[in-house]
């Protein structure tokens, strides 16, 4: 009889140990190698949901870039789509690869992408744009090019504006009256000379783009227009 007993409560103990550590096995995730947490933090996000992404971007939230990086190639890239959203999100989040594309975006002689590109600037803020509405202040034909019957330079001095109310812009020059020689170049010293303290304006990465760069950009834009078209 004891022996009986002794069997049988080694078979309860070991069916209940069995069925513990099923059940831990069961109830345990599954690492995927990707952070649970912020999958679940940027759920709205994966979903492709605009003003989340502006919302992470403006309370610098650096778990979002990989999500914001997954609608770069949504084919919407009209202002206030997927595409344009995660671009502006990813420069103000300080991601080097998009302030570059700013860059190239402005001095790319379409009228649209031009046009938009400024929307962005506004939008982003901090010394990315102001370096890169600067850089575009210098008299040259890029610089003079009409942009919806206003110079390119004229339209980043309105931005600017904006952006840095310290450069005590006239209220004409605001309202479409084109700038004199002299005051660009005012406009322009004032920025250099105040660049230590313009640079700690977020996002404060800046690099000027070189022709590489902007090549890149146009044959990456070209592929997913292809890639789009074939569709």
């Not at 206030?80 to 594309?101: H, R």
């Not at 600017?160 to 700038?179: D, F, S």
């Amino acid at each position: 009889m004891l022996c009986y007993s002794a069997w049988f409560t080694a078979v309860v103990c070991g069916f209940c140990i069995g069925h513990l550590l099923g059940a831990q096995a069961q109830s345990a995730p599954v690492s995927s190698g990707l952070d649970v947490s912020a999958d679940e933090s940027n759920r709205e996000i994966i979903a492709g949901n605009p003003e989340a992404m502006k919302e992470a971007a403006n309370r610098n939230d650096k778990t979002a870039v990989p999500y914001l990086r997954r609608h770069l190639k949504d084919p919407d890239k009209h202002i206030g789509g997927l595409a344009y959203t995660a671009e502006i999100a990813l420069a103000k989040l300080g991601e080097i690869d998009q302030i570059k594309k700013m860059g190239c975006d402005l001095r790319s002689g379409n009228d649209g992408s031009q046009l938009r590109t400024l929307r962005k600037l506004e939008w982003v803020g901090g010394y990315a744009s102001i370096a890169t509405l600067q850089s575009v202040l210098m008299n040259n034909a890029v610089n003079e090019r009409i942009v919806d019957r206003i110079s390119l330079r004229q339209r980043a001095i309105t931005v600017l504006a904006r952006l840095v109310p310290e450069l005590k812009i006239p209220p004409g020059i605001r309202l479409g009256m084109p700038p004199t020689e002299d005051q660009y170049g005012e406009w322009s010293s004032w920025l250099s000379e105040h660049r230590s303290e313009l640079s700690k304006l977020q996002p404060a990465e800046y690099v000027d783009p070189s022709p590489g760069d902007c090549q890149e950009t146009q044959d990456s834009a070209d592929t997913s227009n292809r890639a789009h078209s074939a569709k």
